[in-house]
DNA sequence: ATTGCAGCTCACATCTGTGTCAGGTTTTAG
DNA sequence: CTAAAACCTGACACAGATGTGAGCTGCAAT
């Protein structure tokens, strides 16, 4: 598979897969003209790659992870790693949790009328 | 209040104030020397924002988000945002979860030696 | 009055994942 | 064989919140 073809099953831009491999999150194997080859796995690899991006997690924090995962090596330091991911997602679902009830709070008070609140027609920048 | 004194109650840098203040988020007046002057509820105001920050609300989302809760204005556009960010939040943490879940997996299947993982002494860099 | 800390503005640096352009090579279709 | 499409490397740009430094001014205590 050459990397448009990846790029087109994982939904990732072109840039972006060749970004992964520079940052050692994805590898590949070169044909004779030098194009990058890939075989299947790659594409649950960037799938992978993508839900921990968008968790927030830095491609150095990836890399960190990704053995732990693919060669499935598991040291004190990745487990300790591991656990502090979690943590740190965590904490950032409670955040979201409490920015979430804020904005349902708002809200309720700006969506109903009888709470004082000014309804206008246009919007005030 | 001074800028500085804000920021100790905070715990925002002085350079944020200024920053939030740039993008319209706060507002200040100033004294005869120029100096910012806050009263307490620039206080209220600050963790307000930040929790919004943390949540990944943008400044220009933010300053778009504020009438609604300081001015009790409330607008149809404000009240589309609000909705389109309470959503958004809802997609992160649906995210965040999925990504936990997947770190969770990991780390059961990590922390079992007889999941025939490979466990080293040393971090695999 | 002097010293020293806090504040002011302006401006440039940082970090990260991506976009994008240039200039060149490989692969594929006709 | 030729033209188009895909790929290659390298490099620069961006956005957004914050860090940082220079150079100057305000304020408080001695």
Same mark, same amino acid.
């Given at each position: 598979?050459?990397?448009?073809?990846? %790029? =087109?099953?994982?939904?990732?831009?072109?840039?972006?897969?060749? #970004? #992964?491999?520079?940052? =050692?999150? @994805?590898?590949?194997?070169?044909?004779?003209?030098?194009?990058?080859? #890939?075989?299947?796995?790659?594409?649950?690899?960037?799938?992978?790659?993508?839900?921990? #991006?968008?968790?927030?997690?830095?491609?150095?924090?990836?890399?960190?992870?990704?053995? $732990?995962?693919?060669?499935? %090596?598991?040291?004190?330091?990745?487990?300790?790693?591991? %656990? %502090?991911?979690?943590?740190?997602?965590?904490?950032?679902?409670?955040?979201?949790?409490?920015?979430?009830?804020? @904005?349902?709070?708002?809200?309720?008070?700006? =969506?109903?009328?009888?709470? =004082? $609140?000014?309804?206008?027609?246009?919007?005030?920048?």
């Amino acid at each position: 598979m050459r990397i448009g073809d990846l %790029a =087109g099953k994982t939904g990732v831009a072109v840039r972006s897969l060749r #970004y #992964y491999e520079e940052q =050692g999150l @994805l590898t590949s194997v070169r044909g004779c003209g030098g194009q990058r080859q #890939y075989d299947e796995s790659a594409v649950e690899r960037v799938d992978l790659i993508q839900l921990l #991006y968008s968790a927030g997690l830095s491609s150095k924090a990836i890399r960190g992870l990704l053995p $732990c995962v693919v060669s499935k %090596a598991s040291t004190p330091e990745s487990r300790t790693a591991l %656990a %502090a991911e979690r943590e740190r997602i965590d904490g950032q679902i409670a955040d979201l949790v409490r920015a979430r009830d804020k @904005l349902d709070e708002i809200i309720l008070f700006s =969506g109903s009328p009888e709470s =004082g $609140c000014t309804w206008v027609e246009t919007a005030q920048v």
